[in-house]
């Protein structure tokens, strides 16, 4: 669902991207659910979270890009494959690039890849071309537990654990539900990583 038509106060952005700028974490809405997000480019940052999430570092993170335009200054080569599903994209979507660069170590998987997803939300988009880098984007959830649909459902653990959160307002229009995962290889390779 579309986010679109929601107003944004420019405060709640330069808020965020202050915090975010200060190395700091936020619990932020996306179109799907609440995510915990960093600097994907600050290992410290990154390190954060997982350690507020409990989870392994060896488990990669997504991150979350503006537009398709910025996909490049992260991936080596944007396999055409990739470019064909944003294209006819019509539900949210988080594709695994190979070749990940111009990220913190600790967001990149062994493999080299990075799963990235351009987000359906005004709020999301606004805030990554405000901050100039993409932002980190994992369910505000300790490891193993369900991932929270609405703000509502997110425990305090994780409430406290974060710089900022959100104003709750900008959840209207999430989907409650997490992505689709398509991991594709430079020769038009596609995997299916989650329905």
Excluded at 146 to 171: F, K, Q, R, T
Aim: aromatic content about 4%.
């Amino acid at each position: 669902m579309n986010t679109e038509n929601i107003e944004i106060d420019a405060s709640e952005i330069e808020a965020a991207v202050t915090v975010l700028k200060e190395g700091g974490i936020i619990l932020y809405p996306t179109d799907t659910i609440w995510g915990i997000g960093c600097d994907a480019t600050n290992a410290d940052a990154v390190a954060r979270v997982f350690e507020l999430k409990q989870r392994s570092e060896s488990k990669s993170l997504v991150t979350l890009v503006s537009d398709a335009d910025m996909i490049g200054k992260y991936v080596k080569e944007i396999p055409e494959v990739a470019i064909n599903l944003l294209e006819v994209n019509d539900k949210p979507m988080t594709i695994i690039y190979p070749g990940a660069m111009n990220l913190a170590a600790n967001v990149i998987a062994e493999d080299g890849s990075v799963g990235i997803r351009v987000p359906n939300s005004e709020f999301c988009r606004q805030l990554i071309r405000k901050f100039h880098k993409p932002i980190v984007s994992t369910s505000a959830n300790i490891s193993g537990e369900p991932a929270p649909a609405s703000y509502d459902e997110i425990s305090m653990e994780i409430v406290e654990g974060v710089d900022h959160v959100v104003d709750p307002y900008l959840e209207e229009g999430s989907t409650g539900e997490a992505s689709q995962i398509i991991k594709v290889g430079l020769h038009s390779e596609i995997e299916i990583i989650r329905q």
